[in-house]
Nanobody, 122 residues
Framework: QVQLVESGGGLMQTGGSLRLSCAAS????????MGWFRQAPGKEREFVAA????????AYADSVKGRFTISRDNAKNTVYLQMSSLRPEDTADYYC???????????????WGQGTQVTVSS
């Protein structure tokens, strides 16, 4: 059974940092792109960042470029999202997802985690 389990969310002040983790299990993800998405209350789910498990190629939404870093640890089957210089507008539920091709569209992703909440206070 495929599982993506996020952790690391919490409450942080503006300007602070958090690291989210996504532990993957249940299949081989070496051919997959791993993505992070977020959904704020009343808003659509939006793409944040993605990484190719094999090549390490990364991509970011403009809104987080230069502040967030996606990485992976092959040995631990875990993908990370290091978030720095956090802003109140980063407040959202953050989801980890897996897709066979690169995409910023959530419909392209086959597997999803349950989400972890990030709240940034001003």
């Amino acid at each position: 059974q495929v599982q993506l389990v996020e952790s690391g969310g919490g409450l942080m002040q503006t300007g602070g940092s958090l690291r989210l983790s996504c532990a993957a299990s249940g299949r081989t993800f070496s051919n997959y792109y791993m993505g992070w998405f977020r959904q704020a209350p009343g808003k659509e789910r939006e793409f944040v960042a993605a990484i190719n498990w094999n090549s390490g190629m990364t991509a970011y939404a403009d809104s987080v470029k230069g502040r967030f870093t996606i990485s992976r640890d092959n040995a631990k089957n875990t993908v990370y999202l290091q978030m720095s210089s956090l802003r109140p507008e980063d407040t959202a539920d953050y989801y980890c997802a897996a897709a066979l091709r690169y995409s910023t569209a959530n419909t392209a992703y086959d597997y999803w985690g349950q989400g972890t909440q990030v709240t940034v206070s001003s």
